[in-house]
């Protein structure tokens, strides 16, 4: 399949090599493997701060691609949705996807062999079963006040 992040033109085994915090734009960028998990909605409780996964999904995120389905002007309409970068990782780390490769990097760890920028693949992350592809609700299809019902464990 076409690989839907531009992964060209980055130096070689560059997240290896260099501190997450001095990557490229484009670098940054490429770090993500496209898993989708980062745009299912979560459910914080209030006492505990633990946070919750659910299936219900952005509404913007395209489940097939498991990508965000206007990506570049995605702020006119989920003016919420986080820009992750060097600078807020800390604060964001708490609900981050457990296999995201940003917070792999950012907590020391060495990313999957499933990764794209490992496989070559961009279907690799489907095929190891970590993506949220084809399983995910879209929110304007369950009120708020039910997405418990739709709570999940995190595909890893
Ligand atoms: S969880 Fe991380 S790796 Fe997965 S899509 Fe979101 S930013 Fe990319
Ligand atoms: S706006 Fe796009 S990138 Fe942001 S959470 Fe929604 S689908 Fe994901």
Not at 21 to 31: G, I, K, S
Not at 44 to 54: F, N, P, Q
Not at 66 to 75: E, L, P, V
């Amino acid at each position: 399949m076409t690989d839907p992040i531009n992964r060209d033109g980055l130096r070689p085994r560059f997240w290896e090599k260099h501190p997450v915090d001095r990557l490229t734009q484009a670098e940054w960028e490429a770090l993500c493997d496209g898993c989708g998990k980062c745009c299912l909605n979560k459910l914080e409780d209030e006492d505990t701060g633990e946070v919750a996964l659910t299936r219900i999904a952005c509404r913007l995120l395209d489940d097939t691609t498991c990508r965000c389905s206007q990506y570049t002007i995605r702020h006119q309409f989920v003016p919420e949705c986080i820009v992750l970068s060097p600078q807020n990782m800390d604060r964001n780390l708490y609900w981050m996807p457990e296999t995201c490769a940003y917070k792999l990097l950012w907590t020391g760890k060495p990313l999957f062999d499933w990764h794209p920028l490992i496989s070559g693949d961009p279907q690799t992350v489907h095929d190891a079963g970590v993506s949220v592809q084809g399983f995910t609700i879209p929110e304007f299809e369950v009120p708020e006040e039910d997405w418990e019902d739709h709570i999940i464990e995190e595909p890893t």
